[in-house]
């Protein structure tokens, strides 16, 4: 089996209901990030070990589970409250790359977004978007539709700010 930081296998998570906006972070650095909010820690540990996924939690519970102790599945448990803490906890434990497939997800429902024409998304956008942008995503799943507007200007300058102070703390 290959390791959790083998470069080729993509790393996947479940978050657990007590981390769930660093959910939403991983997403929007193109990560895999399953969220539930009520689950229990069965199920959880169970769909982990069946699907390949790391978890990440701030449950004790969790890590002292036999899947967990014995070595056969990875969890994180989170030390903070907050989220970009937990994000920065998770990308150094794990190595993760910040800015290899950003904004390739969509941050509700996690699907891959896919490519959309500005004819296609005529009618699911505002007028002024319509008439200001020319690059658009859509989810597959739930119909929402990205573009490049301040909302994400803002998100991308905060993951760059991100990725620069993590990488000042491997030196």
Not at 1 to 7: E, F, G, K, N, V
Not at 135 to 148: G, H, I, K, S
């Amino acid at each position: 089996m290959p390791s959790i930081t083998d470069r080729a296998v993509e790393i996947r998570f479940l978050v657990d209901s007590n981390a769930g906006k660093l959910a939403r972070w991983l997403r929007m650095m193109g990560y895999d990030a399953l969220f539930f909010n009520n689950i229990d820690d069965s199920v959880l540990v169970d769909m982990a070990f069946k699907e390949g996924r790391v978890i990440l939690t701030k449950d004790t519970q969790i890590v002292r589970r036999r899947l967990v102790t014995n070595g056969q599945l990875k969890v994180i448990l989170t030390q903070s409250d907050d989220p970009k803490e937990q994000l920065r906890q998770v990308v150094k434990e794990l190595k993760l790359d910040c800015r290899l497939k950003q904004f390739t997800r969509c941050l509700e429902c996690n699907q891959t977004l896919v490519p959309r024409s500005r004819e296609e998304v005529k009618e699911l956008v505002p007028p002024y978007v319509f008439r200001t942008h020319v690059q658009y995503m859509q989810c597959p799943a739930c119909l929402r539709v990205y573009w490049r507007g301040t909302h994400w200007q803002r998100m991308k300058k905060e993951l760059e700010a991100f990725a620069r102070d993590y990488a000042g703390e491997q030196k």
